[in-house]
Nanobody, 113 residues
Framework: VQLQASGGGLVQAGGSLRLSCAAS????????MAWYRQAPGKQRELVAS???????RYTDSVKGRFTISGDFAKSTVYLQMNSLKPEDTAAYFC????????WGKGTLVTVSS
C-alpha cells in the first residue's frame, strides 16, 4: 500500500490550502484515514481523522478552520485548511488504517505571517 499526498505549499496567514492523499495497492476494509503533522522540533500530532462511518475528529487548534473528508471507495482523503496561521506550518502526513498502519510521505505546508 502506498499513500501519495499533494497540495502543500507556501501561503500567507489567513489563506487556504487543500491537501489530498490517494492510496494505492491492495487495500482491504479501510477503517479510517487521517492527517498528522509534525513541526520542526516537535512531535507528530493528529490533526484530523475520519472513519468509514463518517465520524470525524479534530485537534482543538484546528477546529472550525480545517475540514477532513474522505472517499473510501477511491481510498482518498482530503484536508481543507482555511484561515491558516503561522503555527500551522509543518510537514503533513496522511495515514490509513486497514488491518495495519500505513503512512504517506509528508507534504510541506508553510504559512507566512
Amino acid at each position: 500500500v502506498q499513500l501519495q499526498a499533494s497540495g502543500g505549499g507556501l501561503v500567507q496567514a489567513g489563506g487556504s490550502l487543500r491537501l489530498s492523499c490517494a492510496a494505492s495497492g491492495i487495500i482491504n476494509s479501510i477503517s479510517s484515514m487521517a492527517w498528522y503533522r509534525q513541526a520542526p522540533g516537535k512531535q507528530r500530532e493528529l490533526v484530523a481523522s475520519i472513519s468509514t462511518y463518517g465520524s470525524t475528529r479534530y485537534t482543538d487548534s484546528v477546529k472550525g478552520r480545517f475540514t477532513i473528508s474522505g472517499d473510501f471507495a477511491k481510498s482518498t482523503v482530503y484536508l481543507q485548511m482555511n484561515s491558516l496561521k503561522p503555527e500551522d506550518t509543518a510537514a503533513y502526513f496522511c495515514y490509513l488504517f486497514s488491518q495495519g498502519h500505513y503512512w504517506g510521505k509528508g507534504t510541506l505546508v508553510t504559512v507566512s505571517s
